[in-house]
């Protein structure tokens, strides 16, 4: 069974600095890229980034470049998302999912059930 279990939210200050986790299983880590995505409230769903399963390179959305994260530890079928200098707009779900890599949501197949992050101002 495929599992995608995401970790690691929680409420932080504006500024602060969260360090979320993806846990994979039923799967093959190294045949999938790992990208993470956000949902606020009302909004749709958007791609933060993704580490690539091929060379390992790392992609980041624009409005979360120079603050987030992406790194994997494949021994152990983790990826983390380290985000710091958070914003009152980065308050989401966030989920992490397993597919072919991009931004795009239709570019993967399996998801987590999310992880919740909240950011007072």
């Known amino acids: 069974e495929v599992q995608l279990v995401e970790s690691g939210g929680g409420l932080v200050q504006a500024g602060g600095s969260l360090r979320l986790s993806c846990a994979a299983s039923?799967?093959?880590?190294?045949?999938?890229?790992i990208g993470w995505f956000r949902q606020a409230p009302g909004k749709e769903r958007e791609g933060v980034s993704y580490?690539?399963?091929?060379?390992?390179?790392?992609y980041y959305a624009d409005s979360v470049k120079g603050r987030f994260t992406i790194s994997s530890d494949n021994a152990k079928n983790m990826v983390y998302l380290q985000m710091n200098s958070l914003k009152p707009e980065d308050a989401a779900f966030y989920y992490c999912?397993?597919?072919?890599?991009?931004?795009?949501?239709?570019?993967?197949?399996?998801w987590g059930q999310g992880t919740r992050v909240t950011v007072s101002s």
């Open positions: 039923g799967f093959t880590f190294d045949d999938y890229a």
């Open positions: 999912a397993a597919g072919r890599g991009g931004l795009l949501i239709h570019e993967y197949d399996y």
């Open positions: 580490i690539s399963s091929i060379d390992g390179r790392t």
